[in-house]
């Protein structure tokens, strides 16, 4: 069976539809030597306020990559040595790393069958120590905001979401990135809102710790040798910045696109033993960063898969916890049973109808 050319992720097919654009670009970054980030770079400029009003959100401050986004918001919110934070059993490690990297403690909270964190889970993990939770809107689904509102708002706890993979997801008609104390966004390439490199995001509530953040990316400073904190180098560049304000302007439209191909592969794959597509819920806005079935038989399913060439992932193999910077960590069942069991099958804007039927026949044949 050909697989008709299938992608994963097919940046490329993106970047030929919008070469034009992107030399313009280029050549507009080259002619105005606006490379590096800072207050007087107006790609920059142009793409906080671009962001801030696709989110919905009341401040945004741009930064390096997703990682440093998590870590500089802990660091504006204060949090450090001898503090606690809680993250989900199943993530990227930098969930939990960037917790790590500021000296704090990462507590872990196993997941639900969707993958996110269980809430109904956080209450036993909190102490006098906890200072903030970090629910990750994971494969762009997001998390049950409204019962980690109130557990936040209860105990008094920041509330830091992952918005990774989530760029336009909402919650009850909000925006993820909206909801929490401090929204963190990667625009790593293959993210649905993805850059030519690294670079990332802090969406924020309040302008004051929005400082706070903007002064850390960029060494302390509030303005060139005028430092007021102990900060880094964080900054978006103006590249970066131009690339994704013109892509925001084709994101809905490509959200849309991927929401239509996960209801096609839901269709395909309905009924089929042993084999359990995302689950729907009118009061979210999946946006699919990855569509990610669960397969009793994996090892099966992925031998017929690479039989007809066709590309999958495994987001993530192994629970946090499970490894080696965090072992030791506790039990965590249900993230140990879905490590074993979700396949992340193509997702991208570019696919088709053919191709996602030759995917789906995959776990079909000989079944």
């Known amino acids: 069976m050909a697989n008709q050319n299938i992608k994963f992720v097919d940046l490329n097919a993106y970047h030929q539809e919008i070469k034009v654009e992107l030399d313009n670009i280029w050549n507009s970054i080259l002619n105005e030597s606006s490379f590096i980030g800072g207050s007087n770079n107006k790609h920059i400029t142009k793409f906080e306020k671009d962001f801030k009003h696709f989110i919905g959100a009341n401040h945004c401050v741009s930064c390096a990559n997703g990682t440093d986004a998590l870590e500089i918001a802990l660091l504006s919110l204060k949090i450090g040595p001898g503090d606690k934070v809680i993250v989900p059993a199943i993530s990227w490690a930098s969930t939990a790393e960037a917790v790590i990297n500021i000296g704090a403690k990462v507590v872990f909270v196993d997941v639900n069958e969707d993958c996110l964190i269980d809430e109904n889970l956080i209450l036993e993990k909190i102490d006098d120590q906890v200072k ?61 809102l993805g850059a030519l490199g690294d670079a990332g995001a802090m969406t924020f509530k309040n302008a004051e710790i929005a400082e706070i953040a903007r002064q850390i990316c960029n060494h302390g400073q509030i303005q060139k040798h005028d430092h007021r904190r ?14 994704l304000s013109l892509k925001i302007d084709k994101l809905e439209n490509h959200i849309d696109r991927r929401i239509s191909f996960a209801a096609q592969y839901n269709e395909l794959l309905k009924g089929i033993e042993g084999l359990i597509t995302p689950s729907i819920n009118v009061d979210l806005r999946h946006v699919y960063h990855l569509y990610v079935v669960r397969v009793k038989n994996r090892e099966e399913i992925i031998a017929k898969l690479k039989d007809n060439d066709i590309p999958y992932g ?31 099958l193509p997702m991208h804007p570019y696919l088709n109808s053919e191709q996602l039927d030759t995917i789906s026949s995959s776990f079909k044949m000989n079944s």
């Open 132 to 192: 903030a939770i970090i629910p990750v809107h994971l494969y762009g689904k997001p998390v049950n905001m409204g019962a980690i509102q109130k557990i936040c708002s209860d105990h008094n706890l920041f509330l830091i979401e992952d918005c990774a993979q989530s760029h336009g997801a909402e919650y009850n008609g909000q925006r993820t990135g909206t909801i929490g104390d401090v929204g963190c966004f990667s625009f790593y390439p293959g993210k649905n």
């Open 230 to 243: 102990i900060g880094r180098n964080s900054r978006l560049d103006g590249l970066q910045a131009a690339v």
């Open 314 to 344: 495994i987001h993530y193999p192994k629970t946090l916890p499970s490894i080696k910077p965090f072992k030791g960590s506790g039990l965590f069942p249900v993230a140990d049973k879905l490590c074993q069991e979700i396949l992340s």
